[in-house]
């Protein structure tokens, strides 16, 4: 183009040099960008780095011919560069298609494999390791016969372009085929506990491609998200560990902190159980768990952290001992290590005039789901930006917004919000304006439930955790009608599987606030459920595993309570299922709350056989120090009640103490004198 400005070459009598600028791009220039990223690039493994796979996908989509194919001068030092500048792209292109080949056999993506290999046979039609794996990507596709001819297709090239058979690796591979020797490997086993999407995802790629940055390179073994509540932070995890999971050959496991009730203990026995990690039926120590994990090549995609941030400080000293051991985290707050990578998250953004960004297309799609009658139009657009805009691009206020389209019009909707906006940002000027927005969203979710629907929300801030229809109608007076209005409304999650529900913890808080006068009689219904529920299921360890959070929720209500008889029954009750469980964390916290409670009745007996219990499990969890002094004191008012059993007991129980404490002689007059 002679008119072209600035030119596209630059030409004088020695040279001919086309120009750069972001204008001029160049595919080989492209290529060695590719390749030189994917080479230079941390990640735990190539087929587990999606964005190393997309730059081999596109390296490879550049590749097309020869290099500078039909351009030719009549010089033998122009011939001879040439040469030796396509062999090495050849074989830069080659590389590429083979990391590419065996990344999607490592997968399992056998349709990828064929495709990458029948690449690599238009550039070196002999190659015979694409040659094999072509007939085993036919044979792993149900196509004996095509594998088959694939032999045949690389024996009569290789004749008559070399003059060869093929190799015995070659020729091996055949007759299994031939002969039924070569077996189809199962699918690869999918590795974790992630559940599937309930809603689709939007947005967030920018987000996405920092976080599959930090979680493929194994230098970046603890990331948190963190974010306001109900900014999308947990559905993001969950997005992103999925694209991950080759990068983790032992899976990725979603563990949910919410309503984890206790310290380090109890979150790394959270940890165990969502990991499957147990013995038999009984439930690991966080030592043991930890033991579990000390070779494993795994994510944790811990959720909900900002419940339980005084008890994560053992997490440093697990990524020090478990060097495969990689977490993510999603948090309000970062968690300050010093080793945390921290990814924080806003809301989703608005498009600009006539196109819409993820925040209206994900309202649009869930008002669709909640009205299909519903479109996103260039008519209704600046209506559901505005919704949008108030609730700051939250998602969770964006998706309450829109299940309110099933009764409600769009002006509807933003009058409503407008209303709520302005009265929570003239009487809570203590509370940060992303706060306001979604307790307006909540607020006009409040006003258009009916009277009872309201009141067995406000109820249902009760539970710490999932809990099932029958619980939530013994403590809440919820019927299946009530519980399903409120999942409508999206203020309730529901596990249709398991049969439980769970409010977000948003929302919780939120309803709480509501319950606020009725509260001491709800809780006590909850402490009546589920004192009922545990006598009636005590050998019923099935029934009893789903609630053990509410179960330790019951007595720690109790204990606030001063109902003084219903903990001391629910911790008598639960002793065996605790102890038989391994639950010993739970057992010591209900322990405690039972010494209280003996105290308050002034029960001399109850309160020495509850310090001989409690001194036992401490022994049991190894805190030698508890253990002693919470014997020594059961032992003095056994002595006063002359007790000889349980003066027999703890000394025994001491005796072990002073064993493992290295007191020899000690521990032999104790247990000689028990």
Not at 121 to 129: F, Q, V
Request: proline share 4%; charged share 25%.
């Amino acid at each position: 183009d002679e008119d072209a400005s600035p030119p596209w070459f630059l030409v004088d009598r020695k040279q001919i040099v086309l120009r750069r600028g972001e204008d001029v791009v160049v595919d080989l220039v492209r290529f060695q960008d590719l390749m030189r990223g994917v080479e230079t690039h941390a990640h735990r493994r190539l087929a587990g780095c999606p964005a190393c796979l997309a730059r081999l996908e596109e390296a490879v989509a550049l590749v097309r011919g020869e290099f500078l194919a039909g351009l030719y001068f009549p010089s033998d030092v122009w011939e001879s560069w040439l040469l030796a500048q396509r062999e090495h792209y050849t074989q830069r292109a080659l590389e590429a298609m083979t990391w590419l080949r065996d990344a999607y056999r490592e997968q399992g993506a056998w349709e990828a494999v064929l495709d990458a290999a029948q690449r690599q046979l238009s550039l070196e039609p002999w190659l015979e390791t694409a040659h094999r794996v072509i007939m085993q990507a036919h044979f792993h596709l149900g196509d004996r016969n095509a594998a088959l001819a694939q032999y045949e297709r690389c024996a009569a090239i290789l004749w008559e372009e070399l003059g060869v058979e093929p190799e015995e690796e070659t020729r091996r591979l055949h007759r299994q085929i031939l002969d039924g020797g070569l077996s189809t490997p199962a699918a690869p086993a999918s590795r974790g506990n992630l559940p599937p999407p309930t809603t689709p995802f939007f947005g967030r790629e920018a987000e996405q491609g920092r976080l599959l940055h930090l979680l493929v390179d194994p230098t970046h073994r603890l990331i948190t998200l963190v974010g306001p509540g109900g900014m999308g932070k947990t559905h993001l995890a969950l997005e992103v560990g999925g694209q991950v999971a080759q990068s983790f050959a032992d899976g990725v496991w979603f563990v949910s902190l919410d309503g984890v009730i206790g310290g380090a203990e109890q979150v790394q026995v959270a940890i165990g159980e969502a990991l499957g990690l147990g013995q038999g039926e009984r439930q690991l120590t966080g030592a043991q768990v930890l033991a579990r994990l000390r070779d494993k090549q795994m994510l944790l995609i811990l959720d909900n952290c900002e419940t339980a941030l005084d008890a994560l400080g053992f997490i440093p000293g697990w990524l020090r001992r478990a060097p495969g051991l990689a977490i993510l985290a999603t948090s309000r707050t970062p968690l300050n290590f010093q080793s945390e990578s921290v990814v924080w998250l806003a809301g989703l953004p608005q498009g600009q005039e006539e196109t819409p960004g993820p925040a209206e297309e994900m309202f649009a799609a869930l008002a669709q789901m909640a009205r299909d009658s519903f479109a996103l139009s260039a008519q209704n657009l600046a209506q559901v930006r505005r919704i949008c805009a108030q609730v700051e691009g939250l998602p969770l206020g964006i998706a309450l917004a829109a299940a309110w389209i099933r009764r409600r019009s769009l002006a509807q909707i933003t009058d409503a919000l407008g209303r709520s906006l302005d009265v929570l940002s003239t009487n809570l000027r203590d509370v940060t304006p992303r706060h306001r927005s979604i307790r307006a969203a909540f607020e006009t979710s409040w006003a258009m439930l009916e009277t009872e629907q309201q009141q067995v929300l406000a109820a249902l801030s009760v539970f710490p955790g999932a809990f099932s229809p029958e619980a939530a109608a013994r403590v809440a007076g919820a019927s299946l009608f009530h519980l399903d209005a409120l999942c409508e409304h999206s203020l309730l999650q529901q596990d249709q599987e398991a049969e439980r529900y769970t409010l977000h913890s948003l929302v919780r808080q939120f309803a709480a606030e509501k319950l606020a006068g009725a509260a001491p009689a709800v809780e006590r219904a909850f402490v009546a459920h589920f004192r009922a529920f545990a006598r009636s299921h005590r050998n019923d360890y099935a029934r009893l595993q789903p609630e053990w959070t509410n179960l330790a929720a019951a007595v720690a209500k109790a204990h606030a309570q001063g109902d003084w008889p219903a903990v001391l029954d629910l911790v008598h009750t639960l002793d065996e299922p605790w102890f038989r469980q391994m639950r010993l964390q739970d057992m010591r916290d209900g322990l405690i709350l039972a010494l209280d409670a003996a105290a308050g009745l002034e029960d001399e007996p109850a309160l020495m056989q509850t310090l001989l219990r409690l001194g036992e499990i401490e022994v049991e969890l190894n805190d030698y120090t508890g253990a002693a002094a919470h014997l020594n004191e059961a032992l003095e008012r056994a002595g006063r009640l002359e007790e000889g059993l349980c003066i027999a007991q703890a000394q025994m129980l001491l005796g072990r103490v002073r064993r493992e404490q290295g007191q020899g002689e000690e521990a032999l007059a104790l247990l000689e004198e028990a």
